[in-house]
């Protein structure tokens, strides 16, 4: 298999700049494979596109290029300054490639629709690319609200037709991506493609998606010590979480509605782990000095044999678009692999990566990790 | 099944104190089951002795009574004074049936091992038990060292008739328990059955056992977020743990000898994990002023993407005897059905519970569940 | 000097229930003086009241007794639980000298002050005391806003005769305290004495006062860290709090309203002593599950030497009555001590206790003690 | 007052590397003055020499060049990359300046002595500077032992006569400086001026001397916490240290010789600030991982009212060239400014930058500060 694309919603944000830094780097051979889990044995084992052929492109809002916000990032540590500048003509290319997102309320979401779905299927076309891989890592939306229009396929058409705007901003481009025969990838927990009229066409049209909400850092750390304690039969009293971050992650959070997507899959998993509700606070903080770094720290007090109480705490210092960026490769792998092998709808066996799961209520890090192994071992036997 | 006995060796000792106080407790409804593996529906399904037909006894060398000894101990915050007060009578009759421990150097080895097996034979038959459990909770010995007399049993017995004292004193304890037919537990980094000899014993007289040195804090964190690095294939650079404990564990491990065993099992499991060595030093810390309290910290520093930097501090404040005694129960009832069972020999399917599991080099705790729980399925199955 | 009084406003809460006990038991020589600050020799030499003759009263709104709160404390490890069986006695004593408090909306303040000014009068005849201290120790109460019936005594008087409620709960008591006479110790953030014409009154009546919240445990750490880092001249960029706790300063604290208090008494303090605002979140969470328990968690984020950024956490775990109680007794001490030298008004020598110094914009917590040393010093030398 | 100069002993160490960056950029006004304490309205106070005249000199004994240093600091985070590059045409000419150190065993005492003085009296002259002070800022060298040689200067003049060597090699430097008249900061805990002999010669040539060992992380805050604990009255039960470093120190610290001098320094100041003894390890570990970069970690377990036992922890992450460097340049002005004013012998009024303060048993660090602004307060009105 060759020929892959990627296609970034946010192309230029901070994970869509690491991720393609990081591809140019590693196929410049000035970086391995660090944080790759694709690399790993028991998951490269399912026949996965070689990142040699990956082309990247994307859709932006955002003014800028590539290459400044690379230097942007590498001063505030995400990677090395040295790959910026050695990378300088490589970025440049890659922007050539990055089209003017869609701006809410200009035009009709029909023919923002229409556009991107060309645009998908140019950059297809252009590049020679066997499939394309639409992964979304803009600013994370509030959840999608009970809308009548976004229930079926049907009625979504209609709405559309009817010159009305029923979709979020991350779930018109999942509109988009499944009509161009695109595969998706819910990276952030903006709606995108969970909703029923959008799962209804992905089937429709024969397309994988995966999502959502990549776990990169402090609750990825919940998924393995919950059940450490769930299996010692020891119980959890109160769990109290504190994330605080710069960036422009940090900066959308800030606002309680955007935060209330991020909040909701996050307080997710532990309840699910453990069998019982947890008290305890779930705070996400801007603080702007602290650029692309996050430090979270985490408050568990729990009860042993007799009631003797005790407690255990951790402080996560983690810079979020390199935890992220490796995991959007990996998961562009992934995903092209089930599309090429005919897979369509929801994978709820990428569990491992996300927050918010689709299709599956396992967030244990450990059953999730098992659940991707043996699908990639079909994979690579499938292939055969 | 019923009639199970419990004989510890170090019958006073913090930890089965607690066993003792809790087990009285929970029959008397007096506490729950929390921290008790074996009540987890996954685990009790293997057809588990129950705790109500179990009976106490064990070996001491020290002075005081269990009720004396509960009374610091609650005083200490490990379980609340009232259980110690409500339970003043049976703790007492409990005590009666602690007999003198073995003394180095008074008597031959062989005379003092004839002594344990005849009482270990006279507990059984005095209390009708189907079967007794030894198990070592002792203060912790050096390391074996590469002794001729232990590496089969002919030369053991030949050195013991001999007049020789081959037998680390914990081995001592595990060869008089084979011999009398009961299984037993290495509940510490101690030798005990871990010696070619006894191995070859346990096998020849049919019974089972489990070790070593039971993983309850810091080292049972370890094996939950080892394994979610090496999962998202991130580079761990350095592991520095640190831990301080006051108590009768803490003062026999500011003797460097004695910590070696215990330094040398925590240290294990982490290597096999990453698939690499890791740099940073490991202390134990006699820090009277905390009891039977143990903190413990970790500094992890590791790499991601492209060579970013971070890191992750866990702080666990755990009090060891509390964490310890459910575990001994769960041992105790697991390693008696196995010998119920007719299985011999050493039991690497509880590898969940131990720091140093012999017959395994898996030292992940989901891993070590799975084997766990596919282990009780079997037995539970088995007992039809 | 014999004979003073303490009035709690809040004589059941915990931090009036444990000084009521600690006080009882070191009378009793039950326990010694630790965490007191006025037994040190620099504050001793103000020639404070002996403990012996101090007598303890107040108004509480809640059922209950002093024996059972007692009791609940000492089980959630504010206190040995033998304290309270010994002391049972002392404290139902103690329980008969409780009168109702003033109920919102009972009656007109008016009467309720009136009410209250006779029963600080009969406590003080009653027990033939020199001198009574009121210390409020109450829950928090929001602000008081800007109104026009507290900008003069004058303007106070008016209002109450014309059957208004301009004060608020705890501005009511401080009135009564100073219309009979007493002195007053804002120990929480509650307005108390701290509007203008109350400050009027208290200046009429000859009497000192104290104030605002004490601070026990988070506070007073930034009010250390935070000058170092100004004389080591190391910028600081961001300082992240959280508070968690339970008991029932956390409860009302889960109440915006009335965490608006205490935010804005804690934030204080750091601009101050930095010299510039300084970003980072602060939180005060309520989590019923840590009891009388209190752990905070703070980050600084600092720059030193050519920009590098550096960071310092830490992690406050306390009893907040525990640490509270014995600054209620040095306060009560001092304050008396002043009364009895004739001065009135504000102390803000006193800011050494406090989160909200009335009359001082020093938060340094050396700088605060020098003052706190030099006053008694003078003191020590004026009762000469 | 013009032309001071700084001649590093350890001249391209981290410390001394970082210095001599700063300072450069400083003049270029690259940088700023963050973390320097004499830039600070009251220490400036003293009226203390210009940076712009500094010149920066030294001897080494390690081979590569400063601008080679520079760039390996500047990749570990030291200060930014630029820096390193643009002023690499200023620290050539600094390396120019830089002497080979004395290696032991090469030679008598005597006449690398003599040769020291020479080239410090070279520099002086050539550089046409009012003075200079020599800064020890090389690897710690084991305490030095009780030697009769090192007892008074007539002996220990008697001895280098006598082609003896019984100066630490520390000491030698500090030999040779004052016998050219040049001031001396002892840097690190090595022995350097600190034997009675030199006592006697410094005072003879009429210069000041300051040390030992600069405070500059978890120490630090020790000194602002410790206070904090005895004037809340609050029991420190124990404080144990944890100290992780890579870079050049942590590998000397490696040996536990050379640690002898850090450790005992290290603990020194907290059972003076307590005035009691204080349980708990201190560890100083080296982990090369970590590079330039420090984590310390602390835990104090403490006592409050009634016996309440209460924790605290923190964790300091630093960059210890970083917090010293600027440390280093306020010495230098200090020293200079006393040398300046006549002042010759210890300065105990310089123990606010010093984990072992000579002529001094105050480690507050407040009650340091305000000896050393009265002191610059002095010093200031004295040039008038």
Redesign the interface.
């Given at each position: 298999m060759s020929g892959v694309g990627i296609w970034f919603v946010g192309a230029r944000g901070s994970v869509a700049t690491?991720t393609t830094?990081?591809l140019l780097?590693i196929r410049s051979r000035l970086?391995g494979?660090?944080?790759?889990?694709s690399?790993?044995p028991e998951v490269a084992a399912a026949g996965l596109p070689a990142l040699d052929g990956v082309v990247i492109g994307g859709h932006e809002v955002a003014e800028g290029t590539l290459g400044k916000r690379a230097e942007e990032l590498s001063a505030g540590?995400?990677?090395?300054?040295a790959?910026a500048t050695v990378l300088a003509g490589d970025l440049a290319a890659a922007d050539e490639r990055i089209r003017p997102g869609v701006v809410a309320g200009q035009g009709t979401q029909r023919s923002a629709a229409d556009r991107v779905e060309a645009e998908l299927r140019a950059f297809r076309d252009e590049h020679g690319l066997d499939r394309v891989v639409v992964v979304d890592v803009s600013s994370t939306e509030p959840p999608a609200g009970d809308v009548a229009a976004l229930a079926t396929l049907a009625q979504l058409e209609a709405a559309l037709d009817a010159g009305e705007a029923p979709l979020p901003g991350s779930s018109l481009y999942a509109y988009a991506a499944f009509r161009a025969g695109c595969s998706y990838v819910a990276f952030t927990p903006s709606p995108g493609p969970r909703v029923p009229a959008l799962a209804e066409l992905a089937l429709e049209r024969g397309v994988p998606w995966a999502g959502s909400d990549a776990k990169t850092g402090e609750t990825?750390?919940k998924t393995?010590?919950g059940?450490?304690f769930a299996?010692?039969?020891?119980?959890v009293?109160?769990w109290?979480s504190?994330n605080?971050l710069g960036g422009g992650d940090g900066q959308t959070l800030a606002d309680p509605d955007n935060a209330a997507s991020k909040i909701a899959t996050k307080a997710n998993g532990l309840e699910s782990i453990l069998g019982h509700p947890v008290?305890?606070?779930l705070?996400i903080?801007y603080?702007?000095?602290?650029g692309d770094w996050k430090?979270a720290?985490d408050?568990v007090?729990f009860?042993?044999?007799?009631?003797?109480r005790?407690?255990?705490?951790?402080?996560?210092?983690?810079?979020d678009s390199?935890?992220a960026?490796?995991l959007v490769l990996d998961l562009v792998r992934l995903v092209a692999r089930a599309h090429e092998l005919g897979e369509a709808g929801p994978m709820p066996q990428l569990g491992?990566f996300f927050k918010d799961p689709v299709g599956s209520d396992v967030h244990?890090?450990?059953?999730q990790?098992d659940a991707l192994v043996a699908w990639c071992d079909r994979a690579g036997r499938g292939a055969e």
């Amino acid at each position: 298999m060759s020929g892959v694309g990627i296609w970034f919603v946010g192309a230029r944000g901070s994970v869509a700049t690491t991720t393609t830094v990081g591809l140019l780097a590693i196929r410049s051979r000035l970086a391995g494979h660090t944080g790759m889990v694709s690399e790993l044995p028991e998951v490269a084992a399912a026949g996965l596109p070689a990142l040699d052929g990956v082309v990247i492109g994307g859709h932006e809002v955002a003014e800028g290029t590539l290459g400044k916000r690379a230097e942007e990032l590498s001063a505030g540590g995400v990677f090395p300054p040295a790959l910026a500048t050695v990378l300088a003509g490589d970025l440049a290319a890659a922007d050539e490639r990055i089209r003017p997102g869609v701006v809410a309320g200009q035009g009709t979401q029909r023919s923002a629709a229409d556009r991107v779905e060309a645009e998908l299927r140019a950059f297809r076309d252009e590049h020679g690319l066997d499939r394309v891989v639409v992964v979304d890592v803009s600013s994370t939306e509030p959840p999608a609200g009970d809308v009548a229009a976004l229930a079926t396929l049907a009625q979504l058409e209609a709405a559309l037709d009817a010159g009305e705007a029923p979709l979020p901003g991350s779930s018109l481009y999942a509109y988009a991506a499944f009509r161009a025969g695109c595969s998706y990838v819910a990276f952030t927990p903006s709606p995108g493609p969970r909703v029923p009229a959008l799962a209804e066409l992905a089937l429709e049209r024969g397309v994988p998606w995966a999502g959502s909400d990549a776990k990169t850092g402090e609750t990825l750390v919940k998924t393995v010590l919950g059940p450490m304690f769930a299996m010692r039969a020891l119980k959890v009293r109160s769990w109290s979480s504190v994330n605080l971050l710069g960036g422009g992650d940090g900066q959308t959070l800030a606002d309680p509605d955007n935060a209330a997507s991020k909040i909701a899959t996050k307080a997710n998993g532990l309840e699910s782990i453990l069998g019982h509700p947890v008290d305890g606070p779930l705070h996400i903080d801007y603080v702007p000095d602290l650029g692309d770094w996050k430090t979270a720290w985490d408050l568990v007090s729990f009860e042993g044999f007799l009631g003797t109480r005790m407690s255990m705490q951790f402080t996560w210092s983690g810079c979020d678009s390199s935890l992220a960026a490796p995991l959007v490769l990996d998961l562009v792998r992934l995903v092209a692999r089930a599309h090429e092998l005919g897979e369509a709808g929801p994978m709820p066996q990428l569990g491992f990566f996300f927050k918010d799961p689709v299709g599956s209520d396992v967030h244990a890090l450990s059953t999730q990790w098992d659940a991707l192994v043996a699908w990639c071992d079909r994979a690579g036997r499938g292939a055969e």
